[in-house]
């Protein structure tokens, strides 16, 4: 499992971090030798009551702000792009060129 935590460090103190979201990317182990397959889950925004998930190993659905999936990546590929291409499978919206608002956000 892949576990990314976001948090907000202000004025750059890591002493004072606030979580603002949890991003987990699990190894659904249907894929081959040379390609993965993945479950993409992040948590609700906590809005700075440091609340993500519980267990990001198994995070309960109300937990869960989106799911999405990440299918045939191949093995040998930076973490970093299969982070990117976890958080475009549940925002897509992020990927599309000169987008200038979020779906829902007005």
């Known amino acids: 499992m892949i576990y990314v935590r976001i948090e907000l460090w202000p004025r750059g103190r890591k002493e004072h971090a606030r979580l603002l979201q949890e991003l987990t990317i699990v190894n659904d182990t249907t894929g081959s030798r040379e390609d993965g397959n993945y479950d993409v889950r992040v948590s609700h925004a906590t809005t700075f009551k440091g609340q993500g998930f519980a267990d990001p190993v198994l995070p309960l659905a109300e937990e869960t702000w989106?799911?999405?999936?990440?299918?045939?990546?191949?093995?040998?590929?930076?973490?970093?792009?299969?982070?990117g291409h976890a958080?475009?499978?549940?925002?897509?919206?992020?990927?599309?060129?000169?987008?200038?608002?979020?779906?829902?956000?007005?």
């Open 66 to 83: 989106r799911r999405g999936r990440v299918l045939g990546w191949p093995r040998g590929r930076s973490p970093a792009e299969l982070v």
């Open 87 to 106: 958080i475009l499978a549940v925002c897509p919206w992020v990927g599309k060129a000169g987008a200038a608002k979020v779906p829902g956000g007005g």
